[in-house]
């Protein structure tokens, strides 16, 4: 199943909101928009993964990630999983993005939303204070 973001233009309202950040390993400026390689992040045979599943990286770190001959391919997810982590993270402080309030309220949830939700309640930007919004 694809994963499309909520409206049309957010894709590239994220995206842009990245291309601001340094990049999330080693601090440089002048960053891509790394999609996952993984396939629990809907990667497969000609398909990018969800559109959240981003991290701001420089194109050396980028390439260093994604094909790079330093680092164990478990590294290699550990890293980029850490950028993603610490991109999100620094989009909610810098109120790049915010979470839609709306949707939280709504009784159908897709799988794909239950696991957003769910990786935004582990890096923190949720807490079990806002529970009141489900």
Same mark, same amino acid.
């Given at each position: 199943?694809?994963?499309?973001?909520?409206?049309?233009?957010?894709?590239?309202?994220?995206?842009?909101?990245?291309?601001?950040?340094?990049?999330?390993?080693?601090?440089?400026?002048?960053?891509?928009?790394?999609?996952?390689?993984?396939?629990?992040?809907?990667?497969?045979?000609?398909?990018?993964?969800?559109?959240?599943?981003?991290?701001?990286?420089?194109?050396?770190?980028?390439?260093?990630?994604?094909?790079?001959?330093?680092?164990?391919?478990?590294?290699?997810?550990?890293? /980029?999983? @850490?950028?993603?982590?610490?991109?999100?993270? !620094? &989009? %909610?402080?810098?109120?790049?993005?915010? $979470?839609?309030?709306? +949707?939280?309220?709504?009784?159908? /949830?897709? @799988?794909?939303?239950?696991?957003?939700?769910? !990786? &935004? %309640?582990?890096?923190?930007?949720?807490? $079990?204070?806002?529970? +009141?919004?489900?």
């Amino acid at each position: 199943m694809r994963y499309e973001m909520p409206h049309k233009g957010d894709k590239k309202k994220l995206y842009a909101a990245v291309a601001t950040l340094p990049c999330q390993c080693c601090g440089a400026w002048g960053v891509q928009v790394s999609h996952s390689n993984q396939s629990k992040d809907g990667k497969g045979m000609g398909l990018k993964s969800y559109p959240y599943r981003i991290a701001a990286l420089c194109p050396a770190c980028h390439v260093e990630i994604d094909s790079g001959k330093h680092l164990t391919k478990a590294e290699r997810i550990e890293k /980029w999983d @850490e950028a993603h982590i610490k991109t999100i993270q !620094e &989009l %909610f402080r810098r109120k790049l993005i915010q $979470p839609l309030i709306e +949707k939280f309220l709504a009784d159908q /949830w897709s @799988e794909d939303d239950r696991r957003a939700v769910g !990786e &935004l %309640f582990a890096i923190g930007i949720l807490r $079990p204070a806002s529970a +009141k919004f489900f």
